[in-house]
Nanobody, 123 residues
Framework: QVQLVESGGGSVQAGGSLRLSCAASGGGYSNYCMAWFRRVTGKERERVAAIDSDGATSYADSVKGRFTISQDNAKNTLDLQMNSLKPEDTAMYYC?????????????????WGQGTRVSVAS
Protein backbone atom coordinates (compact mmCIF):
# COMPACT_ATOMS: atom_id res chain seq x y z
CA GLN A 1 0.00 0.00 0.00
CA VAL A 2 1.47 3.31 -1.12
CA GLN A 3 1.55 5.99 1.56
CA LEU A 4 2.20 9.65 0.86
CA VAL A 5 2.96 12.32 3.45
CA GLU A 6 3.23 15.98 2.55
CA SER A 7 5.11 18.70 4.39
CA GLY A 8 6.27 22.25 3.84
CA GLY A 9 3.04 24.21 3.66
CA GLY A 10 2.61 27.50 5.44
CA SER A 11 1.81 31.17 5.07
CA VAL A 12 3.71 33.60 2.90
CA GLN A 13 3.33 37.06 1.39
CA ALA A 14 2.57 37.45 -2.29
CA GLY A 15 5.76 37.17 -4.31
CA GLY A 16 7.30 34.79 -1.81
CA SER A 17 8.31 31.16 -2.15
CA LEU A 18 7.51 27.85 -0.52
CA ARG A 19 8.77 24.33 -1.09
CA LEU A 20 6.47 21.39 -0.58
CA SER A 21 7.75 17.87 -0.08
CA CYS A 22 6.08 14.48 -0.28
CA ALA A 23 7.59 11.36 1.25
CA ALA A 24 6.47 8.12 -0.36
CA SER A 25 6.59 4.67 1.15
CA GLY A 26 5.10 1.24 0.73
CA GLY A 27 5.77 0.65 -2.96
CA GLY A 28 8.26 0.64 -5.79
CA TYR A 29 8.24 3.97 -7.58
CA SER A 30 10.03 3.16 -10.77
CA ASN A 31 6.82 3.21 -12.82
CA TYR A 32 4.66 5.83 -11.16
CA CYS A 33 3.30 9.19 -12.11
CA MET A 34 3.70 11.54 -9.17
CA ALA A 35 1.63 14.69 -9.06
CA TRP A 36 0.65 17.69 -7.01
CA PHE A 37 -2.99 18.69 -6.87
CA ARG A 38 -4.56 21.60 -5.07
CA ARG A 39 -8.04 22.31 -3.88
CA VAL A 40 -9.39 25.76 -3.34
CA THR A 41 -12.29 25.87 -0.89
CA GLY A 42 -15.51 25.21 -2.75
CA LYS A 43 -13.82 23.94 -5.90
CA GLU A 44 -12.67 20.62 -7.26
CA ARG A 45 -9.09 19.53 -6.98
CA GLU A 46 -6.92 20.49 -9.94
CA ARG A 47 -3.64 19.02 -10.99
CA VAL A 48 -0.93 21.68 -10.91
CA ALA A 49 2.14 19.61 -11.77
CA ALA A 50 3.13 16.04 -12.54
CA ILE A 51 6.27 14.07 -13.24
CA ASP A 52 6.60 10.55 -14.55
CA SER A 53 9.31 7.94 -14.09
CA ASP A 54 11.18 9.23 -17.16
CA GLY A 55 11.34 12.70 -15.68
CA ALA A 56 8.82 14.24 -18.07
CA THR A 57 6.94 17.07 -16.41
CA SER A 58 3.71 18.89 -17.03
CA TYR A 59 2.20 21.96 -15.43
CA ALA A 60 -1.10 23.75 -15.28
CA ASP A 61 -1.05 26.99 -17.24
CA SER A 62 -1.69 28.93 -14.05
CA VAL A 63 1.64 27.85 -12.51
CA LYS A 64 3.94 27.52 -15.53
CA GLY A 65 7.16 29.40 -15.03
CA ARG A 66 6.56 29.74 -11.28
CA PHE A 67 6.33 26.16 -9.98
CA THR A 68 8.85 23.37 -10.46
CA ILE A 69 8.19 19.73 -9.72
CA SER A 70 11.06 17.36 -9.02
CA GLN A 71 11.63 13.92 -7.58
CA ASP A 72 14.43 12.02 -5.93
CA ASN A 73 13.95 8.36 -6.77
CA ALA A 74 16.68 7.27 -4.39
CA LYS A 75 14.93 8.95 -1.47
CA ASN A 76 11.37 8.38 -2.72
CA THR A 77 10.53 12.05 -2.35
CA LEU A 78 8.61 14.47 -4.51
CA ASP A 79 9.03 18.23 -4.25
CA LEU A 80 7.20 21.27 -5.52
CA GLN A 81 9.13 24.52 -5.55
CA MET A 82 6.68 27.39 -5.68
CA ASN A 83 8.00 30.86 -6.53
CA SER A 84 6.31 34.19 -7.17
CA LEU A 85 3.32 33.02 -5.18
CA LYS A 86 0.00 34.77 -5.67
CA PRO A 87 -3.04 34.97 -3.41
CA GLU A 88 -4.89 32.73 -5.85
CA ASP A 89 -2.38 29.97 -5.09
CA THR A 90 -3.93 29.70 -1.65
CA ALA A 91 -5.21 26.14 -1.35
CA MET A 92 -4.76 22.74 0.20
CA TYR A 93 -2.02 20.97 -1.71
CA TYR A 94 -2.01 17.20 -2.13
CA CYS A 95 0.58 14.73 -3.31
CA UNK A 96 -0.87 11.96 -5.47
CA UNK A 97 0.40 8.90 -7.30
CA UNK A 98 -0.75 6.70 -10.12
CA UNK A 99 0.82 3.77 -11.90
CA UNK A 100 2.24 4.50 -15.34
CA UNK A 101 2.67 7.74 -17.23
CA UNK A 102 1.05 11.04 -16.34
CA UNK A 103 -1.86 10.99 -18.73
CA UNK A 104 -4.44 11.44 -16.03
CA UNK A 105 -5.36 14.96 -15.00
CA UNK A 106 -8.45 14.21 -12.94
CA UNK A 107 -8.32 13.33 -9.24
CA UNK A 108 -10.32 10.14 -9.77
CA UNK A 109 -7.49 8.76 -11.89
CA UNK A 110 -5.08 8.79 -8.95
CA UNK A 111 -5.57 6.01 -6.41
CA UNK A 112 -3.00 7.19 -3.87
CA TRP A 113 -3.20 10.44 -1.92
CA GLY A 114 -1.53 12.22 0.94
CA GLN A 115 -3.42 14.06 3.65
CA GLY A 116 -2.62 17.50 2.24
CA THR A 117 -0.71 20.55 3.38
CA ARG A 118 -2.10 24.07 3.55
CA VAL A 119 -0.62 26.98 1.60
CA SER A 120 -1.81 30.51 2.31
CA VAL A 121 -0.61 33.51 0.31
CA ALA A 122 -1.44 36.94 1.64
CA SER A 123 -1.74 39.94 -0.65
Amino acid sequence: QVQLVESGGGSVQAGGSLRLSCAASGGGYSNYCMAWFRRVTGKERERVAAIDSDGATSYADSVKGRFTISQDNAKNTLDLQMNSLKPEDTAMYYCAADVGLCYGTYPMEYPYWGQGTRVSVAS
